[in-house]
Structures are given as structure tokens and as C-alpha cells.
């Protein structure tokens, strides 16, 4: 019963999506304030209907309803409960449940936290965004539908891929997808705007937040994607620009982008088509993400539903979100006009540099990842592209956006005297051009982990002298801590999310550079000594665990220092899908990691070891929070929150003037 | 400067930035594509001796040996016409297993045997790597082909 009742949930979801889309939009191009004001009830009761449904799968999850066919495929009676409930988004069904209930997730948090925008706009938002929730839906009801019933009912569920039994699965989707839909947010207040044809420095500063908390979720998606690849894999891989993370990868890079444009269209009013451009590459490389991972078109680690029937629907949805968008693009943007014109010199030129380099480096990997998938589907013969081919073009493609990180923000918009930047920055320069050599020639590091070191100190000092340049120019009378209050909060997410940058940077060098990895056989009682570290095999025991048997060993590993650390890695094997599975013991350290796996034993005893360290691997995790973090410290600035009138809107454009009289507000204080 | 000379000059390192940026994307792309052979297009001669690709095919029963060191191991890849003799040093994955399919990626050495420095096998219990599926169905094709 409950599951019928979720099937009906969606379809009723479905008609109001209906209703969400076509009036409101109608209302706000006829001007009719009645139909606009359906909006926020109607998404109010998408919302309810989605929420509803999304129990119901759930409630069939938790009690092992095995006459689901969805439940049955991907849960079992002896899973935990909390794996039961990621059982939900294990599968293609359940992930696009999943995709619609944050969609609606975020929907309800614009119908709720806009009010202080003209309803006009939210009702256009909130018009585009039911219309995604139109196309996920009846892809859902017509090809994927989680509720379909299996007759005879299952005695019990297939189980949940066991390499995904973990605590990885319970928050990487849920993270990567609010990411991804929150650029839907961004989608459709650009679509918005160039419907209404008012793109001017107040809609770039009302998208702003909303853009930045989706791409710091979309960041801490890809940390915890890449995090949990490198404890549960088992191998010490951490990044295999494997077609899935790509996919993940392309939005992270467009939104970075994005976010960097919509800051100069707020503040100075340039780059308006530019930034509208990014947000409809931003969402549709989201919409490609979703798909690629879920339509089982890809060789890679994330396969697990293998079903091409789908495929005409996904081509179609993303012709229409992608084609449809463009063309309004192409038709609305000529009127919009070039914005504040900028020297050649200008903190502008410079964000549109770093934006053209992300925008490049999406590019390439975009070719990686799709053109095998051309080649196999015009049967023109099977390739495959791999990590080699990335790291040669991304390194050199991010390069220099490393190098304008740390200077771009010293440069003043508009004009700037390049002399002047370049002797502020001297001195920062040459500490890291002399830390680098000293590096490389001294400490004997190969030039790339010199060069990589070198621009994460150019970074750090950047960020460092950028704060105290601000906090030195303050008045007499004024405290320190006074001084550190008064910068909008968006200032100090902008430093944090480049430390956060540089300190990633200083991760993946080192461990990129100083990684060592060496496989052995052993037997319980031997030992063996790989790069100073020696590796004893004390103890091999039986586990049974609730739903697998594992052989646990014990090893005690010494390291140069003296420490002895006990590590515990186990060879599983989950009885109900009869698959093997490694689980690595890991001693994360500040300066280091040690990383143990099991292989398969051998005929007398011996078992395969793998012993790998990793030097400066929780740098790389550090600063991936760091970024997220910095991202929604500045998405929390108060500025973004309060529709008031700005000196700087007036200047560049009335727009907000005439929008507010559109909307039929009365003016309000601008001290509000 | 007057500012179209401003102009030309951004659009000028624009142009120049791109194809730069172009010609290093292509020439990497070329360089690292990993193209895809079965066991009998290698024996065939048709795989390349100085670079890198892809074969895949089905583990053959009973072909797995491991090194007297129990670090390097061989096997045999089949596409049920003709087989291969492989190479690999270190840990397998978890789901290698003999008589399912796998893909592995290296090079061939001067004896004609496959050395790979990276195995891949299937996820899951229903799921075959799409290359190894493809080269088994090349392989029984050719079979038929030579009754």
C-alpha cells in the first residue's frame, strides 16, 4: 500500500510541478499578480508531494519490503539500518528520487528565504525550477520508477553492492547532489533574469549566495567522493580522473568560475552575458553529471546500472534544458549590453583570464571523458583515455591561475597601474621564488615539487599580506579586533577558500611527489622493511561481522622515529552478493599516512601485502574543507541577504529602481 | 595605448592563449589515447610493440600462476578463439577471479607476453566490463568464422 501510495505522491507532485511551471511564468509575462502569487502554494505542495513520496520509499527500505523491485535489487534483510537507508540512492531508481527531493529541498529554501525579492522574479525562479522537477519526474514515472512492484515478491533483497556499504554512502550522494541541484538555483535565476530582461548587479548579488552554498556542497561532494575512494577502494587511490569524477569535476570548475564572474557583475556590472552563460554551462554540465553517472554509459568504478533504454529520454532532456536555454540566451543577451568597460590592467581582466583558463580546463577534460563514449557509439572502435592524458593538461592549465590567485586580489577593479601591484608584491614574490630554489637545490626536492611548494607559499604570504595591507590602513582609534569584525564576512570566504587552495596544492605535490608504495608476501611472524619503515605481521585472526567473514591481520609497523603503530587490515567477504572486498587500515598523520592493504593469501600461508606512504595526504582533505568552508563563509555575508538599494546599483544602472516599480513595491528605507 | 589598441591586444592574447592551449590539449590527447585490442587482434600482429593499450577478455581456467616471490603473478586472457599470456606484478583486485573478465592495461614485451601494469576487473557480480564483454563477442565470432 505504502508504495502506491509514493507512486501516487510522485504524480500528484508531477501535476503541481505542472501547475508551478505555467502560471506563474504566464503571470509574470501578463503582468497578472494572481497568477504569480500561485508560486510559492504550488511549490509548497510540489514539495510536500516529493517529501512524501521520498518517505514511502523509504519506509519500504527500512521495512525490507522485498516486493519492491527496487528494494529488492539493492537491500537485504541483514543490512544495518543505516545502510538500508543509502540502500535508498544505491541504485538509478532511488538516485533520482534523491535528485527531485533536493531539488525540492532547495526550491522550498527560495520560496522561503526570497521574500524580500520582487515576486515577479521568484515567481520566474521558481517557474524554471519546477520545469527541471517536470523533466526528472517523468523520467522517473515513465522509465525509472522506484515504486514498480515485483510479483512474486522477493524472499529477500540482492543487497547493496558491499563497496558501497559504508559510511561514504550515507552522505557523498546526498553532499554531490545538493551541489549539483543547487546550480539549478543558479540556472533559473539566470534564465529568470533574462526573461524578465533585467540582468543587472542586484540579480547578480541575490544569486551569489545561493551559487556559492551549492558550490561548496559540490565541493564537499567531490572531497567526500575522493576521501571515501581512498579509504574503501583499498588500493591508496585517491583520484583516478575516472569518467564519474569528471563528471563531477566539470561543474565544480564551471561554478568556480562562475562564482568569480557573478562577484564582477555585482560589484562592477561587466561579464552580465558571461556570467549568465556559466550558470547554463554550470547546471547542464550538473545535468550531464547526474546522467552519465546514472545511465550506466560509462566503463569505471561507479557502473552499477547498466540499462540504455533510458538513454533516448536523458539525450531528449538535456536537448530541450541545454538547446531551450541557449536559444533564450542567444535571443535575450545581445540587449543586455557590454556592462562598465575596464583597462587591460584591472582586477577584471584578470578574473576573465582565471575564468577562461577554468573554462579551458573543463574543456579538455570534457573531450577526455566524452570522446570514447562517441567513439564506442559510432562504433568506431573502443579507446579509452586515462589519468596521463589529464595531468599533462590540467597542471599546465592551472598553473597560472595559481600564479593570479595570490596577485589578483591586490589589483583594483577597474584600472590599475601595473607597476604599483608589482612592487607591493615583490617582496612575497622573492621570499617564494627563494624558498622554491632553495627548495629544489637545496633540499634536493625534484623541480616539480619545488615549483608546486613555491606557489602554495606564493599563495599563503598573498592571502597574508592582503590582511595585514587591510587591517594596517585602519584610522587611529579603531581596535584590531574592531578592524577584523568590520570586513564583510564574503572577504575573509575569499581568503580562506585560497589558503584552503594553496594548502591543497601543498598536499597533492608532496604526495604526488614522495609517494611510495611496494608490494610483498608474508607470513604470520615475517617482517619485511620498506622505505625506512619496517612492516611486522604479528597476528592473523577469524572476523565475522553482521553480514561477511573477514580475516583480520595485525601488523606492527615501526617507523624511522622509533613510533610502533598497530595496523588492522582485513580481506571481507560479504556472503550474500559472494564478493570479496579489501578494507585498508589507515594512521593518517599530520606529515604522513600509512596506508595497509590485504591481497588474496597464497598456497602456504602467505598473504599479499601492499604498504604505501603517503606523505602530506591529510593536507590534500584539509584543504578541500578549507575551500567549502571558505565558500560558506562568504555565502553567510549579510550584504547578500538584504534587498536594499546600493549606491553602486544606481550608479551602473537604475535597474533595481525599475524593477522594484515593476514589482510594485513601495520603496523601502535603504537603512532597513 | 588607445583603448581599441587595448582591445586588440587582449583579443590577440586571447587568440594566442587558445590555440596554445589547443595545441597542448591535442598533442597530450594523442599521445595518451589507450587504444583497445582483443587476444586475437594481438596475436594478429595488430597491437603496437612501443606503446601502451588496453586488452581484455576473460581470465582462462586454470591459467593463474603466481611468481616463486608470491608478488608477481600470470595468467592467460582468452577471447574463447585464442588466448594470451599476461604478466602482472602485485596485488589483483578483488574480483579477479579465473573464468570472468578483465581488462588489463600495458605494454607487450619481446617474447610476445602482455605486461600489465594495471588490472582492472569487474564491480560487481552482474556486471562485465563493457570491453571485456565486447572482445569475447569478437572472439566467439571469429570462431565461427573459422569452421
Not at chain 1, 510479483?151 to 550522494?173: K, T, V
Not at chain 1, 566503463?299 to 538547446?323: E, M, N, Q, Y
Not at chain 1, 561477511?548 to 591481520?553: L, N, P, Q, S
Not at chain 2, 599476461?86 to 579465473?98: C, S, T
Request: charged share 15%.
Amino acid at each position: 500500500m505504502i508504495p502506491e501510495l509514493g507512486n501516487f505522491a510522485l504524480m500528484i507532485a508531477l501535476c503541481l510541478a505542472l501547475v508551478q511551471g505555467s502560471l506563474p511564468l504566464l503571470g509574470a509575462w501578463r503582468d497578472k499578480p494572481h497568477w504569480i502569487a500561485l508560486a510559492r502554494p504550488a511549490a509548497a505542495g510540489q514539495v510536500s508531494f516529493v517529501v512524501f513520496a521520498f518517505g514511502c520509499l523509504l519506509a519500504a527500505f527500512v521495512n525490507n519490503d522485498f516486493s519492491v523491485a527496487y528494494v529488492a535489487s539493492n537491500s537485504n534483510s541483514m543490512l544495518p539500518l543505516h545502510y538500508r537507508v543509502a540502500a535508498l540512492w544505491g541504485g538509478h531508481e532511488g538516485s533520482l528520487l534523491l535528485w527531485v527531493l533536493i531539488l525540492s529541498v532547495w526550491t522550498a529554501a527560495v520560496a522561503r528565504f526570497s521574500r524580500q525579492l520582487p515576486p515577479v522574479f521568484v515567481a520566474r525562479v521558481l517557474g524554471v525550477m519546477a520545469w527541471i522537477s517536470v523533466g526528472f519526474l517523468l523520467f522517473m514515472l515513465f522509465t525509472s520508477n522506484p515504486f514498480d512492484r515485483l510479483l512474486p515478491a522477493a524472499r529477500d533483497g540482492r543487497d547493496l553492492n558491499p563497496l558501497l556499504q559504508d559510511f561514504g554512502m550515507i552522505i557523498h550522494p546526498p553532499l554531490l547532489y545538493m551541489g549539483y541541484v543547487g546550480f539549478s538555483v543558479a540556472f533559473a535565476f539566470a534564465i529568470a533574469a533574462l526573461l524578465g530582461g533585467e540582468l543587472n548587479a542586484a540579480w547578480a548579488r541575490w544569486s551569489r549566495p545561493w551559487t556559492l552554498v551549492a558550490w561548496a556542497f559540490l565541493t564537499l561532494g567531490i572531497f567526500m567522493g575522493s576521501f571515501w575512494a581512498y579509504y574503501e577502494l583499498g588500493w591508496g587511490g585517491w583520484w583516478f580522473w575516472d569518467a564519474v569524477e569528471n563528471a563531477s569535476f566539470m561543474p565544480w570548475l564551471v561554478g568556480t568560475a562562475l562564482i568569480h564572474s557573478l562577484a564582477v557583475t555585482e560589484k562592477r556590472g561587466s561579464f552580465k552575458n558571461w556570467t549568465v552563460l556559466l550558470a547554463i554551462v554550470a547546471f547542464s554540465l550538473s545535468l550531464l553529471g547526474t546522467f552519465l553517472v546514472r545511465s550506466g554509459v560509462l566503463t569505471s568504478v561507479h557502473a552499477f546500472a547498466t540499462d540504455p533504454r533510458r538513454g533516448l529520454f536523458i539525450l531528449a532532456f538535456l536537448a530541450v534544458v541545454i538547446g531551450g536555454s541557449l536559444a533564450l540566451y542567444a535571443w535575450r543577451a545581445p540587449t543586455v549590453g557590454m556592462g562598465e568597460r575596464f583597462a587591460l590592467f584591472s582586477r577584471e581582466s584578470l578574473l576573465l583570464l582565471n575564468n577562461v583558463l577554468l573554462l579551458t580546463a573543463a574543456a579538455t577534460i570534457l573531450l577526455g571523458t566524452l570522446y570514447p563514449l562517441f567513439l564506442d557509439a559510432l562504433d568506431l572502435g573502443k579507446i579509452s583515455v586515462g589519468a596521463p592524458y589529464f595531468e599533462t593538461v590540467f597542471v599546465p592549465l592551472l598553473l597560472p591561475v595559481l600564479l593570479l590567485m595570490a596577485a589578483s586580489p591586490f589589483v583594483a577593479w577597474r584600472r590599475d597601474a601595473w607597476r604599483d601591484v608589482a612592487s607591493r608584491l615583490s617582496k612575497i614574490a622573492q621570499i617564494s621564488v627563494l624558498f622554491g630554489l632553495a627548495l629544489w637545490l637545496g633540499w634536493k626536492f625534484t623541480p616539480a615539487v619545488a615549483a608546486g611548494l613555491m606557489l602554495a607559499a606564493w599563495i599563503l604570504l598573498g592571502c597574508a599580506q592582503h590582511v595585514l595591507e587591510r587591517l594596517s590602513a585602519v584610522g587611529e582609534g579603531v581596535t584590531l579586533a574592531r578592524h577584523v569584525t568590520k570586513q564583510p564576512l564574503s572577504y575573509w570566504g575569499m581568503l580562506a577558500a585560497h589558503a584552503g587552495v594553496a594548502l591543497f596544492v601543498v598536499g597533492v605535490t608532496l604526495v604526488k611527489g614522495g609517494e611510495v608504495s611496494e608490494d610483498a608476501s608474508l607470513r604470520v611472524g615475517e617482517s619485511v622493511v620498506s622505505n625506512g619503515w619496517r612492516y611486522s605481521f604479528t597476528a592473523l585472526q577469524k572476523v565475522d561481522g553482521p553480514n561477511y567473514v573477514a580475516a583480520r591481520a595485525t601488523f606492527e609497523v615501526h617507523g624511522p622515529d622509533g613510533r610502533v603503530l598497530t595496523l588492522q587490515p582485513e580481506k571481507r567477504y560479504y556472503t550474500v552478493q559472494q564478493m570479496p572486498m579489501t578494507e585498508a587500515a589507515i594512521d593518517r598523520g599530520f606529515t604522513r599516512d600509512v596506508y595497509l592493504s590485504l591481497g588474496e593469501p597464497g598456497k602456504d600461508g602467505a598473504w599479499l601485502v601492499r604498504m604505501q606512504n603517503k606523505p602530506f595526504m591529510g593536507w590534500v582533505w584539509g584543504g578541500c574543507l578549507v575551500i567549502a568552508a571558505g565558500g560558506l563563509l562568504s555565502a553567510s555575508d549579510r550584504r547578500y541577504r538584504s534587498y536594499v538599494k546600493r549606491k553602486e546599483d544606481e550608479t551602473i544602472h537604475t535597474a533595481a529602481e525599475r524593477l522594484r516599480t515593476v514589482a510594485g513595491i513601495a520603496g523601502r528605507g535603504p537603512a532597513a | 595605448m588607445t583603448r581599441r589598441q587595448q582591445r586588440l591586444l587582449l583579443l590577440a592574447t586571447a587568440l594566442a592563449a587558445l590555440a596554445l592551449a589547443a595545441w597542448l590539449v591535442l598533442s597530450a590527447f594523442r599521445r595518451n589515447l589507450v587504444f583497445f585490442y582483443t587476444p586475437t587482434q594481438v596475436l594478429a600482429g595488430e597491437a603496437p610493440h612501443n606503446r601502451s593499450f588496453r586488452l581484455g577478455g576473460m581470465v582462462e581456467t586454470a591459467s593463474l600462476k603466481r611468481d616463486a616471490d608470491g608478488v608477481g603473478v600470470s595468467f592467460l586472457v582468452t577471447d574463447t578463439g585464442r588466448s594470451l599470456p599476461v604478466h602482472y606484478r602485485g596485488i589483483l583486485p578483488d574480483l579477479f577471479k579465473e573464468g570472468k573478465g578483465v581488462v588489463a592495461q600495458g605494454r607487450l614485451d619481446a617474447g610476445h607476453r602482455f605486461v600489465a601494469d594495471e588490472v582492472l576487473a569487474k564491480h560487481d557480480e552482474n556486471y562485465m566490463p563493457p570491453e571485456a564483454a565486447y572482445a569475447l563477442k569478437k572472439g566467439r565470432e571469429s570462431v565461427k568464422v573459422d569452421r
